[in-house]
């Protein structure tokens, strides 16, 4: 059975870093472009940051650079989002996911929409206020 399962969310006042965590069970994260999306109330879910299956290539939402960082433990078979200098707007659902694609020519993270995203997981709420 193919899941995905989030930690590490939570309440941290602004300027603090949270490290969310993404496990994988049932099918192995080395061989998918891996990533985390967001979903804040009465907005749509936005890309944060992906890893390309294709060559190992990060991307990250304007909004997030030079604060977060996503990585990834094969041994471990799990995708980690670091988080520093966190803002009151990136309060969010924040999820993990994988997709059976191999990326080619993405500039942007806007590219890594979230409908070529196969399997999610089921969400952690994380909530920076100022």
């Known amino acids: 059975q193919v899941q995905l399962v989030e930690s590490g969310g939570g309440l941290v006042q602004a300027g603090g870093s949270l490290r969310l965590s993404c496990a994988a069970s049932g099918f192995t994260l080395d061989y998918y472009t891996i990533g985390w999306f967001r979903q804040a109330p009465g907005k749509e879910r936005e890309g944060v940051s992906c890893?390309?299956?294709?060559?190992?290539?990060?991307y990250y939402a304007d909004s997030v650079k030079g604060r977060f960082t996503i990585s990834r433990d094969n041994a471990k078979n799990t995708m980690y989002l670091q988080m520093n200098s966190l803002k009151p707007e990136d309060t969010a659902v924040y999820y993990c996911?994988?997709?059976?694609?191999?990326?080619?020519?993405?500039?942007?993270?806007?590219?890594?929409?979230?409908?070529?995203?196969?399997?999610w997981g089921q969400g952690t709420q994380v909530t920076v206020s100022s």
């Open positions: 996911a994988a997709g059976a694609f191999h990326p080619i020519g993405i500039v942007t993270m806007t590219q890594l929409q979230p409908g070529l995203f196969g399997s």
């Open positions: 890893i390309s299956s294709t060559d190992g290539s990060t």
